[in-house]
């Protein structure tokens, strides 16, 4: 079946650090890719998206690329804020009709950054 | 604010008891997903409805069953509660099918059960 595995945290930051969480899928067909963001007290929110091997999703400084040939969906951000702190969530959709598009979700990283 | 509403935000109740969880999707938005946070499972799929039918099932008990009305509206229902239900429940609503389709979530119904 389907599975993502990320990194687990917590990760702990200083304001301006370079930020990355790992991101490794399994999956039959070609998947969709997917990073939210859960804030405290909040649902999840869609930070970015990638479809197709090689595209590159961002949004607020994130980036990801989907790597087919490692499978791989890697979150980066150049310079963290504090109100980055959260949880970040790795995620895929197989494109796959007999199993609607539900998301199937890593376990999440906590990213605490200080100022 | 995602457009998606769960109601209610929390709920305590007691083991084998039975509870409703209700979820307004966004306008427009014909999918509907359940899915359950706990600490040890994480995230997990439910189910999934779309325009009123049934369209997926993930890890979801036999002691809980969902539904989607004709308004789209969808109700998540759990019985014979155990102290392992306790979780932060969320909805999520898209517009359509495909699996590049944007999912909104909703802010969740946390349920205790004692």
């Known amino acids: 079946g389907n599975s993502v595995t990320q990194m687990e945290g917590p990760v702990t930051l200083s304001e301006e650090a370079f930020l990355t969480i790992n991101c490794t899928y399994t999956a039959t067909g070609y998947p969709s890719l997917f990073w939210y963001v859960q804030y405290p007290g909040e649902g999840l929110q869609l930070l970015l998206k990638?479809?197709?091997?090689?595209d590159k999703g961002s949004n607020k400084g994130f980036e990801a690329t989907y790597r087919k040939e490692t499978t791989s969906f890697h979150l980066e951000k150049g310079s963290v804020q504090v109100s980055d702190s959260a949880v970040y969530f790795c995620a895929l959709s197989a494109n796959l009709k007999a199993a609607g598009n539900k998301l199937t979700f890593g376990g999440g990283t906590r990213v605490l950054v200080k100022p | 604010d995602s457009g998606v509403t769960q109601t209610p935000k929390h709920l305590i109740t007691a083991t084998g008891q039975r509870v409703t969880l209700r979820c307004s999707p966004r306008s427009g938005d014909l999918s509907v997903y359940w899915y359950q946070q706990s600490l040890d499972q994480g995230l997990q799929f439910l189910i999934q409805y779309y325009n009123g039918e049934e369209r997926a099932k993930g890890n979801i008990l036999e002691r809980f069953s969902a539904q989607q009305f004709p308004d789209l509206h969808s109700e998540l229902n759990l019985s014979s509660l155990e102290l392992g239900d306790s979780a932060l429940y969320f909805c999520?609503?898209?517009?359509?099918?495909?699996?590049?389709?944007?999912?909104?979530f909703g802010q969740g119904t946390r349920l205790t059960v004692v």
């Open positions: 999520a609503s898209s517009v359509e099918q495909g699996s590049n389709t944007e999912a909104f």
């Open positions: 990638a479809t197709k091997a090689d």
